[in-house]
């Protein structure tokens, strides 16, 4: 099994900017996946940035260009970087990891695929 910590979350103002991080127990999968679900009160689980073990990344549409994802292997880490939050990215962000990741981003990452999770950390902007 894969424990998964999640950290970084907070409260900021319209603009802000917050870096969550995830860090994992050691693994030996390979090929792997991680990245970052979010969800909002009476909302799915939706899908907002992940990355690979070569490294590749996926985003969704409402944060490409503001959310930046990486990893430091050395560290059993990944992180979000989180820059222009506004209102709509208020929501419980988890920390996923897929252990039988298929190589590729063909389809956009869905909450089944992934077998380990974080608790979730708390993330609010206020307008």
């Given at each position: 099994?894969?424990?998964?910590?999640?950290?970084?979350?907070?409260?900021?103002?319209?603009?802000?900017?917050?870096?969550?991080?995830?860090?994992?127990?050691?693994?030996?999968?390979?090929?792997?996946?991680?990245?970052?679900?979010?969800?909002?009160?009476?909302?799915?689980?939706?899908?907002?940035?992940?990355?690979?073990?070569?490294?590749?990344?996926?985003?969704?549409?409402?944060?490409?260009?503001?959310?930046?994802?990486?990893?430091?292997?050395?560290?059993?880490?990944?992180?979000?970087?989180?820059?222009?939050?506004?209102?709509?990215?208020?929501?419980?962000?988890?920390?996923?990891?897929?252990?039988?990741?298929?190589?590729?981003?063909?389809?956009?990452?869905?909450?089944?695929?992934?077998?380990?999770?974080?608790?979730?950390?708390q993330v609010t902007v206020s307008s």
């Open positions: 099994a894969v424990q998964l910590v999640e950290s970084g979350g907070g409260s900021v103002q319209s603009g802000g900017s917050l870096r969550l991080s995830c860090v994992t127990s050691p693994h030996k999968y390979n090929p792997y996946a991680m990245g970052w679900f979010r969800q909002a009160p009476g909302e799915e689980r939706e899908g907002v940035a992940f990355i690979d073990y070569h490294y590749s990344t996926w985003y969704a549409a409402s944060v490409k260009g503001r959310f930046t994802i990486s990893q430091d292997h050395a560290k059993n880490t990944v992180y979000l970087q989180m820059n222009s939050l506004k209102p709509e990215d208020t929501a419980m962000y988890y920390c996923a990891f897929d252990s039988e990741y298929g190589g590729n981003w063909w389809t956009p990452p869905r909450p089944l695929e992934f077998d380990y999770w974080g608790q979730g950390t």
